[in-house]
């Protein structure tokens, strides 16, 4: 059973700068979530997708958004970025109807 | 607003002894409580998880303990070990099909010593 993977590992960008983030599913999980931890600090739920589309959204403005493709993987992408958006951004995956989530090991962002 | 406390902040523990980790929660509709172990550039692993239902859940050396009445719940880790040297969060979910976060307290970082 292949486990959640995202890529890039890491990323340096610039305020106002754009970026896209990229998570692969465990392997029979149709349903991924996104958080982002700043450091020192528990994972924000930003949003969670299910059949492509968005069923749940944290406190996050809509400059955060994402998509699901069909063979169950997701983007994040984040406009405008400001400095505040330097964190560790998490991909989770589950099994719609259950509540174990299982993380990827995060894409680093840092914004100077 | 927090809806998930989590203390203590950091915790130091002898290697061999016991490692107690709090948390406190506020929503009653929360029916899922799963506890992460994040190592440094890590995603949080999946450690133990607990329903309401029950008071306690063991699993080896990790026990959660819950108390409903409360609003409680705690994580024990006996024996602990350097290789337990880790950060825990606590979280929180419902099963509400759209509202299924995971509600994540501040972290615990525990330091296991020689």
């Known amino acids: 059973e292949t486990g959640v993977t995202q890529s890039p590992t890491h990323l340096i960008k610039t305020r106002g700068q754009q970026v896209t983030l990229r998570c692969s599913s465990q392997?029979?999980?149709?349903?991924v979530s996104w958080y982002q931890q700043a450091l020192g600090q528990g994972p924000q739920f930003i949003f969670q997708?299910?059949?492509?589309?968005?069923?749940g959204r944290g406190n996050f403005p809509p400059r955060f958004s994402g998509l699901q493709f069909p063979n169950y993987s997701s983007e994040l992408n984040v406009n405008a970025l400001e400095l505040d958006d330097s964190a560790l951004y998490l991909c989770?995956?589950?099994?719609?109807?259950?509540?174990?989530?299982?993380f990827g090991p995060g894409t680093r962002l840092l914004v100077l | 607003q927090q809806q998930v406390k989590q203390s203590p902040q950091s915790l130091i523990v002898q290697k061999g002894g016991i490692s107690i980790i709090n948390c406190a929660y506020e929503n009653t509709a929360f029916d899922y409580f799963p506890w992460y172990q994040q190592f440094p550039g890590k995603g949080p692993a999946l450690l133990i998880a607990?329903?309401?239902?029950?008071s306690e859940k063991k699993e080896g050396r990790f026990t959660i303990s819950f108390n409903k009445s409360a609003k409680q719940f705690s994580l024990h880790i006996m024996d602990s070990q350097p290789g337990d040297s880790a950060t825990y969060f606590c979280a929180a979910s419902m099963k509400d099909f759209g509202n299924e976060k995971l509600t994540f307290g501040t972290g615990t970082r525990l330091t296991i010593i020689p």
């Open positions: 989770a995956s589950k099994r719609a109807g259950l509540e174990t989530q299982y």
């Open positions: 997708y299910y059949r492509e589309e968005e069923n």
């Open positions: 392997s029979g999980h149709n349903t």
């Open positions: 607990i329903r309401p239902d029950v």
